[in-house]
């Protein structure tokens, strides 16, 4: 449908798009329309790409309370399009765009759900932890991720000019990227990366949950009795008061009786 100059500039298009902060589907959904229309410049300023590539993460780290998902969100290894991110390609990134709140984290490519929390480069590759939002869809995330179904991180990046070198071999080996985002996705691209310990599934909750009831039903037990014999304490007092109270009324009028007669 499109040369190659026009499809160059139709990524150029949505990366810059991207760049605005325009999701991800209407940023191709505008793009199109413009390419179709013939309106979309073919002269674009820009060097980068947009890039999507998916990692399958076989355990999770999930903190259901906590809303927290961990796990490497890219790794070393080749991946299925003959790609090769390597060590120290996402430092930039880390450094100059986390902090900044630039990186977030999405449904599916398409929809926003979180942010990451934590980052950093290992020998396996880039591990995150990000918090999901309360939103609708990010409690759905939650969910299909606590239930095993969503298994698969995908990152959004650019690769900035001069930043990859294509081998003999045809394998593209990628030296740094612009980190836009990391989604939850379905299906994958590489196999390799992972979501790292599974910290908290149902069961877990579930057990915590009781013990928890069981230790603050412990508490209201012990409260209950300290309470019963506060009262029986208090029970105790007040008899011990009338019957004093008697004794000296009894007295008083022994006393007053005896006066009398003598």
């Known amino acids: 449908m499109f040369d190659d100059k026009m499809k160059s500039a139709i990524s150029k298009a949505i990366s810059l798009g991207l760049e605005k902060g325009i999701d991800l589907e209407k940023a191709i959904s505008q793009t199109l329309d413009l390419a179709e229309s013939g309106k979309l410049p073919l002269d674009l300023k820009s060097n980068t ?10 355990d999770m780290d999930i903190d259901m309370e906590g809303r927290t998902v961990c796990g490497y969100a890219a790794t070393w290894d080749l991946d299925q399009v003959d790609d090769i991110i390597h060590r120290g390609a996402f430092l ?33 590759g880039l ?22 179904v969503l298994d698969k991180f995908s ?10 070198e294509i081998d003999d071999k045809g394998i593209r080996h990628i030296f740094e990227v612009k ?11 590489n196999e390799a990366a992972i979501i790292t310990d599974l910290k908290e599934d149902f069961d877990i909750s579930l057990e915590n949950a009781k ?3 069981k230790a603050n039903k412990e508490n209201e037990d012990k409260d209950t009795e300290l309470k019963l014999k506060e009262d ?19 007295k008083n009028r022994f006393e007053y009786a005896t006066s009398k007669i003598y």
Not at 157 to 162: A, E, L
């Open 155 to 164: 990152i959004g990046f650019s690769i900035p000019g001069g930043k990859y």
């Open 179 to 189: 980190l836009m985002e990391f989604s939850l996705v379905t299906f994958p691209a």
């Open 211 to 213: 013990a928890k009831e």
């Open 92 to 124: 930039k990134s880390i450094k100059e765009r986390f902090p900044l709140g630039q990186i977030k984290l999405m449904s599916q490519h398409m929809t926003l759900i979180g942010k990451p929390v934590e980052m950093y480069e290992d020998e396996k």
């Open 127 to 148: 591990y995150v932890k990000a918090y999901i939002s309360k939103t609708t869809q990010g409690n759905d995330d939650l969910q299909l991720v606590k239930d095993k």
């Open 49 to 58: 790409v947009p890039i999507t590539k998916t990692y399958s993460f076989k």
């Open 232 to 250: 029986e304490a208090k029970e105790l007092k007040r008899k011990e008061d009338e019957v004093n109270e008697l004794k000296n009324l009894i």
